[in-house]
């Protein structure tokens, strides 16, 4: 009776939205097959071994930052998205996954970003003091360390500022990332997700036919920043060579600060234009 019934169980697999099934959907699956007869009395070891052999799905495991083992359970043309998606549904593609999705690299990553944004809006206070700036970027950033290995990838599940999830696009049709506007943004923002200053302005470079400057501009403002990466934006898209149109927005932004193109320079230049710290030689 079980290969009678194979039709139905292989359709949940056929059917099922995405082409991993984390363990919790798997669970899920596991409850609807028990409605099938033949299949009523599986657990989830029989269940899963049954998918692998009769449903062509590849048991892949990644490692948490424990090292402990989470299967994910693909489909023969599943790729990397496909299994970092599954490791956090409510997330979005983001920083130097987001630049090489929108083609803004030619680079191949090996470390992916994926953001999921706290559910309440929390701003700091915006009193902001030169000595607390200069203390804060003289330092190595925090960074996650909820990091999975799957296969030769690392990624980087990002506990974001909740922004309402603005900038935030479909991709593939059940995934989402964050549109090129929003990636700019985030990356000059957080620099050590983006692959550093060097690939940040790469992206800027190859962005400068598509990027939408009002959408930057009403995007920048909306988020509500504490520091003033207005003049880090500028900088970059000065650098790159934009127009002063494009320039204009951000420049009529009072500057208040010296401020600082990323952590921990060691050797600095400055420009007074932007009043912006920045790596020698950049």
Known sequence: MVKRNEHIIKGFIADFVYKVI??????????????????????????????????????????????SIIPLYAKIDADIYDL?????????????TAISIHGLTLQLPKHLYMTNERKSLFRI???????NIDAAFSKRPRQTSNVRTILNFQLHLINGQSNNRLGVVPF??????????????????RPFYAG?????????????????????????????????????????LDRAGYD?????????????????????????????????FYPRGF
């Open 196 to 236: 550093g200053v060097t690939q940040i302005f790469e992206a800027i470079v190859n962005a400068k036919n598509i990027i939408d400057i009002d959408k930057l501009v009403y995007y920048y403002k909306q988020m509500n920043f504490i520091y003033p990466y207005f003049q880090a934006i500028g900088f970059y």
């Open 172 to 189: 593939r049709d059940c995934y989402y990332v964050t549109d090129v506007e929003r990636t700019i943004i985030d990356s000059v923002v």
């Open 125 to 131: 206070s915006n009193s902001l003091k030169q000595e």
């Open 244 to 276: 002063n149109n494009a320039l204009a927005p951000f420049l009529k932004m009072k500057q208040v600060h010296k401020f600082y193109l990323t952590y921990n320079m060691r050797f600095i230049e400055f420009d007074s234009r932007w009043n912006l």
């Open 22 to 67: 984390n363990q919790k959907e798997l669970v899920e699956m596991l409850h609807s097959a028990r409605n099938v007869y033949g299949f009523t009395n599986y657990n989830l070891a029989d269940f899963t071994k049954y998918i692998k052999e009769v449903c062509s799905i590849n048991e892949i495991n990644s490692l948490n930052e424990s090292q």
């Open 84 to 96: 970092a998606a599954a490791v956090s549904r409510s997330s979005y593609f983001s920083f130097y």
